[in-house]
């Protein structure tokens, strides 16, 4: 079920349209995802310094859609929470390419860590897209500097919206 509309009017601007699908799992309704995801993307990029306009594709799946993809791409054959794929190659800081490309979430994965940390799903939902979308955009976590750098950004993205850091 997509939701095709073009996110970035109200009170949560961003330089992106957004197009929102709910594949499988079991999520929140599509309008509580439509607002969690335009206020996570406006906060990630009132972090960031990236000018332009673009596209993005937020997929909202199960663990066995995310565990094939987790498998063909990058050879682990389990679920995961979240996984980034990006339409253009994307140098950090530059303008935007015309697609950033496509985020999907994972509903067990998601649920069932929001439950063993305790906090609401809404918020590791949020937390989960401004991570997916930082990759987009250029930012990794494969070194113990990028995860600083990218961590800081995701902690300041999310205190904007008022919810508490997840690293601590």
């Keep these: 079920m997509a939701d095709d509309r073009k996110s970035g009017g109200g009170d949560f601007s961003v330089p ?3 197009d929102i699908s709910v594949e499988a799992g079991d999520w929140p309704y599509e309008a509580a995802l439509t607002l969690l995801v335009d ?3 406006a906060a990630a990029f009132a972090e960031t310094a990236v000018a332009g306009r673009s596209e993005l594709s ?3 799946s199960d663990d066995a859609h995310i565990r094939t ?3 063909g791409w990058r050879g682990k054959d389990k679920p995961t929470n979240v996984l980034s794929f990006p339409a253009f190659p994307f140098p950090k800081g530059g303008p935007l390419p015309p697609m950033l490309g496509d985020i999907v979430l994972a509903a067990e994965t998601v649920a069932r860590e929001a439950t063993l940390e305790d906090k ?4 590791h939902i949020t937390h989960l897209v401004i991570h997916g979308l930082l990759h987009l955009l250029g930012y990794d976590h494969e070194t113990d500097a990028e995860a600083e750098e990218m961590e800081a950004i995701e902690r300041s993205a999310l205190a904007r ?4 850091d997840p690293y601590a």
């Design 16 to 18: 992106v349209d957004i």
């Design 39 to 41: 206020r996570a993307v």
């Design 58 to 60: 937020i997929v909202f």
């Design 120 to 123: 609401p799903v809404e918020n």
């Design 161 to 164: 919206l008022a919810i508490p």
């Design 69 to 71: 993809l987790n498998a």
